[in-house]
């Protein structure tokens, strides 16, 4: 189905800023990329979803192995006792040893919250992961999986973040490619008004996240 998202700011990444700007997608490719007007007028029929903020290309994140195998992401049901936020460390030893059923649940989870911060890629080296745990979840997710030329080379801070803006790039440096017309509709959408906003409040203000073409996070 041919699908139009709108928002008052599209950032392309490799082209200027298009004030109510908007993506046109069908099926998981990306048919047409401008203001609002000239996209529908190209796709007539096409069903309109409307955002807040800024519409971007999807995020690359650069540490998937260690925030999918080095964290425990609790279960909802946990939450009372262990919280919502990734357990790493001297708390994540405390729990003592993990069988792989609980193991195969927390990396599931991780990969479900990485997509609420608007992630569409992961890096690995070779631009795969050896881990079967960790490439089961990712390929049943969507995920593209990207090589690390260039990545950084140890995890920045001492916690664990899902958010890729935490790495310090600009906007062209966290997406994992421009919105491009014939590219894989990866999108994500943050309520922020601009760039700049989005780097200073970082990847937590997602509301949306397109993955080739599925609306797979909506915040509620």
Same mark, same amino acid.
């Given at each position: 189905? +041919?699908?139009?998202?709108?928002?008052?700011?599209? +950032? %392309?990444?490799?082209?200027? %800023?298009?004030?109510?700007?908007?993506?046109?997608?069908?099926?998981?490719?990306? &048919? !047409?990329? @401008?203001?609002?007007?000239?996209? /529908?007028?190209e &796709?007539?029929?096409?069903?309109? =979803?409307?955002?807040?903020? $800024?519409?971007?290309?999807?995020?690359?994140?650069? #540490?998937? +192995?260690?925030?999918?195998?080095?964290?425990?992401?609790?279960?909802? =049901?946990?939450? @009372?006792?262990?919280?919502?936020?990734?357990?790493?460390g001297?708390?994540?030893?405390? +729990?003592?040893?993990? @069988?792989?059923?609980?193991? /195969?649940?927390?990396v599931? =989870? @991780?990969?479900?919250?990485?997509?609420?911060?608007?992630?569409?890629?992961?890096?690995? %080296?070779g !631009?795969?992961?050896?881990?079967?745990?960790?490439?089961?979840?990712v390929?049943?997710?969507?995920?593209?999986?990207?090589? &690390?030329?260039?990545? %950084?080379?140890?995890?920045?801070?001492?916690?664990?973040?899902?958010?890729?803006?935490?790495?310090? #790039?600009d906007?062209?440096?966290?997406?994992h490619?421009?919105?491009?017309?014939?590219?894989?509709?990866?999108?994500? $959408?943050f309520?922020?008004?601009?760039?700049?906003?989005?780097?200073? =409040?970082?990847?937590?203000?997602?509301?949306?996240?397109?993955l080739?073409?599925?609306? $797979?996070?909506?915040?509620?």
């Open positions: 189905m +041919l699908t139009i998202h709108a928002a008052p700011l599209v +950032l %392309p990444a490799g082209a200027d %800023p298009v004030v109510d700007g908007a993506v046109a997608v069908d099926g998981d490719r990306i &048919t !047409a990329v @401008g203001p609002y007007e000239d996209v /529908a007028e &796709t007539p029929g096409a069903r309109v =979803r409307r955002w807040p903020g $800024v519409l971007t290309p999807g995020l690359r994140q650069w #540490h998937p +192995l260690w925030l999918l195998r080095q964290c425990y992401h609790p279960d909802p =049901r946990e939450a @009372g006792e262990l919280g919502e936020q990734p357990l790493w001297e708390r994540l030893a405390a +729990l003592g040893e993990l @069988g792989e059923t609980r193991w /195969a649940g927390s599931r =989870r @991780g990969v479900q919250r990485m997509l609420r911060y608007g992630t569409t890629a992961v890096a690995s %080296p !631009a795969r992961f050896r881990d079967p745990l960790v490439a089961m979840a390929a049943r997710s969507g995920l593209t999986v990207v090589g &690390t030329t260039n990545a %950084p080379g140890t995890l920045l801070g001492e916690r664990p973040d899902l958010d890729p803006f935490a790495e310090g #790039h906007l062209r440096g966290t997406v490619g421009p919105l491009t017309i014939g590219g894989r509709a990866d999108l994500a $959408v309520d922020v008004p601009d760039e700049t906003a989005l780097r200073e =409040r970082g990847a937590a203000t997602c509301v949306a996240t397109v080739a073409g599925r609306l $797979v996070y909506r915040a509620r």
